[in-house]
């Protein structure tokens, strides 16, 4: 199975949490999208909206969504949870061939402070949406760019900007 994860605060749930999600399931092979709502950003000291009240609108965001999942494990830890642990606890209920990784280009420029970054370095994609990025990006659509990370050299060049 392919899976794309886009897990992030959604504090709160917005339109562009919606459009990244749709262009997700339009350009990439997969089977099922997961979105992963954090109980709190392990960079973040605080939330706006409760974790509950955010799992509530994420869902009700996606319910009739093809190929969307909304999943409360990282809520229902009460605690910051890296991205490597919900990655293990997906591999653990799904039968996984590729992930694909969605995050914002504003998280990209810190992923070597990420709990075990290193772990998520090959393999799959990075969708980020920020034409900030577009030298380090190949262009995909008018407003979002894809960017494969396939081999740890082209990793470290581009963390390292």
């Known amino acids: 199975m ?9 504090d709160p749930p917005h339109i562009g949490h919606e459009q ?12 099922r999208l997961v979105i992963i709502p954090t109980y709190l950003n392990p960079f973040k000291e ?3 909206l409760s974790p509950k009240i955010r799992l509530e609108l994420i869902s009700l965001l996606f319910e009739k969504t093809n ?13 910051k949870i890296p991205t490597i642990q919900t990655i293990n606890y997906l591999k653990s209920i799904y039968d996984i061939k590729k992930i694909y990784l969605i995050i914002g280009a504003d998280n990209l420029k810190n992923i070597h402070l990420w709990y075990n970054y290193d772990k998520l370095k090959v393999g ?14 190949k262009k ?6 894809f960017m494969e ?13």
């Open 2 to 10: 392919n899976i794309a994860i886009f897990g992030g605060s959604f």
């Open 149 to 161: 990370i396939n081999n740890h050299e082209t990793f470290e060049r581009i963390i390292e900007i």
């Open 140 to 145: 995909n659509r008018k407003d979002h760019f």
């Open 20 to 31: 990244i999600v749709n262009l997700a399931i339009k350009e990439l092979n997969i089977d």
């Open 67 to 79: 190929k969307v999942e909304v999943c409360d494990y990282e809520v229902k830890q009460k605690d």
């Open 46 to 48: 605080e939330y706006y």
């Open 124 to 137: 799959g994609f990075f969708f980020i949406d920020d034409t900030s990025w577009l030298p380090y990006l």
